[in-house]
């Protein structure tokens, strides 16, 4: 029989589908839409985060798909002519890895039966204090065994899905950082989950960390964990006191989601997620030179705790604004938030 293989175009690695449709034979007209997606996405993780791989099959046409298989290449970084490998951390399909490959096996998938997995990969350190663009690059296939040899009326393959590598140190990589977050992850503030570079300079005059609240991922879920970003810029959406500083615009998206527009925060509700702001105290120009307020979507935070504290408050609460000592000095601001947005101080 004649093989017709899936194609997907994947811009900025937003989740993209496509049809496969094969001519009808024995085994009856297999047809099925694939989609394959990446988190965080727009598809940038830190050097040794984690990035997850969303990948489903929907049966599309009249033949029971026997024996599925989904192969996820090991996702990888080559520098001149050494290639970094990304390292299999978790899966929801009992994923092992074999021969380049990270396998998986599934039963029986009928007709307009779906078929979802995920897999967790931690990006490989490369050496490169700047990153690459588009250098972690991985693909997959969908196979059908039927307890014989894969022909290719059999396979429905992927595009290259390509992601690209922060490190986290250099001018290039200051402002960004970006993983996905499993339950696993122990938080603690001083490590925090997700963090931008600490060493602070002219030229990097903010670092953001964040801390998760302790969470539990539903039961049955093929979602481990959640997408995040943090972006650091100069650009300001809202007023505030100092507008040399910028913003620091923090992401955690609802499971299954990316940290792309349009996208639904995750609200943790009685919990909060803990953000600590380090800013070096010669970068303020604006009068005065002191921080005394942060604001969270343009809005003024209370304390949570002391005169005027208000530790419900629906964008958060300040929990401490620490001033500078030693050399250089640095304003350490600890903030207590629920939901999405920037910050500004």
Not at 42 to 67: D, H, K, L, M
Not at 284 to 311: E, F
């Amino acid at each position: 029989m004649r093989s017709t293989r899936l194609r997907l175009a994947l811009a900025c690695l937003a989740i993209v589908g496509a049809t496969v449709a094969v001519a009808g034979g024995s085994a009856g007209n297999r047809t099925a839409d694939v989609k394959f997606a990446a988190f965080p996405g727009p598809a940038s993780v830190t050097y040794a985060e984690n990035i997850a791989y969303s990948v489903s099959i929907e049966n599309t046409g009249s033949s029971t798909f026997t024996q599925l298989e989904f192969r996820q290449r090991i996702p990888s970084a080559t520098v001149g002519t050494t290639t970094y490998a990304a390292t299999l951390v978790a899966s929801s399909c009992g994923a092992v890895v074999q021969d380049g490959f990270a396998v998986c096996t599934f039963a029986n998938l009928g007709s307009s039966g779906i078929q979802r997995a995920t897999l967790v990969w931690q990006a490989p350190t490369i050496p490169s204090a700047t990153g690459c663009t588009d250098c972690l690059v991985t693909d997959g296939l969908w196979l059908i065994k039927e307890g014989k040899p894969t022909n290719s009326n059999e396979v429905f393959e992927t595009e290259v899905v390509k992601a690209s590598l922060l490190a986290g140190q250099g001018s290039a990589e200051d402002k960004q950082a970006g993983g996905y977050e499993t339950a696993s992850a122990a938080c603690t503030a001083a490590g925090g989950n997700l963090r931008t570079n600490q060493a602070l300079s002219a030229g990097n005059p903010v670092s953001t960390t964040i801390c998760l609240p302790a969470f539990v991922i539903p039961s049955g879920s093929i979602d481990l964990g959640y997408a995040s970003t943090i972006v650091e810029s100069l650009a300001q959406q809202f007023a505030s006191a100092h507008p040399e500083l910028g913003q620091s615009d923090v992401c955690v998206a609802e499971l299954g989601e990316n940290c792309v527009p349009g996208h639904t925060s995750v609200d943790w509700g009685a919990q909060r997620a803990r953000h600590i702001f380090r800013i070096l105290d010669s970068a303020l120009t604006t009068s005065p030179k002191k921080i005394t307020a942060v604001y969270h979507n343009g809005v003024l935070l209370p304390p949570c705790s002391g005169p005027g504290a208000d530790p419900d408050f629906a964008q958060g609460c300040v929990v401490d604004i620490v001033r500078p000592t030693g050399n250089p000095k640095i304003w350490v601001v600890v903030v207590d938030a629920p939901i999405n947005g920037p910050f500004s101080w």
